[in-house]
């Protein structure tokens, strides 16, 4: 590959996904992008910029998604959904007593094992929430993994990681050598396409936002302006997750450790006040300071 098709790759795949490429992954470039030029039936790297370059969006959204590292698992890092169970949910369930609604993103939800494990979460309190209207919104920019994830079909390697054998026995059904979740499961989380985290107001608000692993894959100021905006699609009150590898403190002051919960953030109250403050309608601020 020439430096100025490397170039060309990672400027583009910046800008559409956000992902950093640092200037020595070329090898990685080659090994998902050479197999992807042959299939769609070019010789290599050159041609396929050269196709990009005419305007191929089609293409532009195969690269993206070929770049896209998927590893996932059921309960991954099992902390989280600990926390999920013994603090956020119960917390929730009593704080929301009274809209008796719960929305939850799983904002990079790949083939589903993450999503899925929340909603086996949510089953466990299944008699309480009766009459509740609880959303699981899973996102990811892979059209690939949303489509593996809808089906909710696993093979026995994917249900032998992070998977309680309990989990297994009470919400899948074998189909000869895979795994197949049951419909009610399923059912609990609605798939959506979102090519880039940029812009995602249109989904509305979150009570918990799972954004995990995905993050190391941006630059400083992709991910600031990430945590800016998911300020504003969650609750004052909500919960943010991030991956084990990922975290706000030293990046952004938008969001707050929760205390004594690794790896889970509060939106920082400070500055929901301020901006509370700010847009104060103008007739109110001058009330305020009469
Ligand atoms: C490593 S997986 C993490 C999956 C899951 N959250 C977990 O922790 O197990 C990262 C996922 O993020 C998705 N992704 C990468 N860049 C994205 C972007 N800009 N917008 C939305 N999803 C993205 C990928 O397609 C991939 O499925």
């Not at 119960?90 to 929305?103: F, G, Q, T, V, Y």
């Not at 996102?139 to 949303?146: E, H, I, K, M, R």
Request: aromatic share 8%.
């Amino acid at each position: 590959m020439t430096p100025l098709d490397y170039e060309f790759l990672r400027k583009l795949l910046k800008e559409r996904s956000g992902l950093d490429l640092s200037s020595d992954k070329q090898y990685l470039v080659e090994s998902r992008l050479i197999p992807l030029a042959r299939r769609v039936g070019l010789a290599g790297i050159a041609e396929l910029v050269a196709k990009m370059k005419t305007g191929s969006e089609a293409l532009t959204a195969e690269v993206a998604e070929a770049m896209t590292t998927n590893e996932t698992f059921f309960f991954r890092d099992k902390i989280p959904f600990d926390h999920l169970r013994e603090t956020v949910l119960p917390e929730l369930l009593r704080a929301r007593a009274n809209r008796r609604s719960l929305r939850i993103w799983c904002a990079a939800s790949s083939t589903g094992q993450e999503p899925y494990s929340i909603a086996m979460c949510l089953k466990e309190f299944a008699s309480v929430l009766a009459g509740w209207r609880v959303e699981i919104v899973a996102t990811d920019l892979s059209q690939a993994v949303l489509e593996k994830s809808r089906a909710g079909i696993f093979s026995q390697f994917e249900v032998q990681r992070g998977l309680p054998i309990q989990m297994l026995v009470k919400h899948f059904t074998q189909v000869g050598e895979l795994w197949q979740l049951n419909a009610d499961i399923r059912a609990m989380v609605q798939q959506r396409q979102l090519k880039r985290l940029q812009d995602f107001s249109h989904l509305g608000s979150f009570d918990v936002i799972f954004c995990r692993n995905v993050m190391i894959y941006f630059d400083q100021d992709t991910k600031v302006g990430i945590f800016e905006r998911l300020t504003k699609v969650i609750e004052p009150d909500g919960v943010l997750a991030l991956g084990a590898a990922e975290s706000v403190v030293g990046i952004s002051d938008a969001f707050k450790p929760y205390p004594e919960r690794r790896g889970l953030y509060r939106p920082n109250p400070v500055r929901a006040a301020r901006a509370g403050a700010t847009i104060m309608p103008l007739r109110a601020v001058a009330s305020a300071t009469r």
